[in-house]
């Protein structure tokens, strides 16, 4: 809350200079509209670290690492075809 506080006094006295503007009210509003959009987002903390591609990545990389090399036709059969396509392209792959 200061922070937002601190940001909106640089911003008058930016605003309030002796000399004249080239800017018209409807720019001075965009900037004004900018800049609270601009600290909203840098100072909110809802937004994590984590990238959802990162988390993604780790999903599959555990995927991978928990095949097994041997599969029983039984099990290949009953799989969906996106599993049975990894399967095949791991075993062309040893």
């Known amino acids: 809350m200061f922070k937002k506080l601190k940001i909106i006094v640089v911003f008058l006295v930016l605003l309030s200079a002796k000399t004249s503007q080239p800017l018209n009210i409807f720019e001075i509003s965009l900037i004004g509209i900018g800049v609270g ?43 969906p ?10 075993l062309e792959n040893f």
């Open 37 to 79: 959009f601009v600290s909203d987002q840098y100072f909110d903390s809802s937004i994590k670290r984590d990238n959802i591609t990162e988390k993604k990545a780790k999903v599959l990389n555990k995927y991978y690492k928990s095949n097994r090399s041997i599969i029983s036709s039984k099990n290949f059969y009953t799989l």
């Open 81 to 90: 075809l996106q599993e049975k396509l990894l399967v095949l392209e791991q």
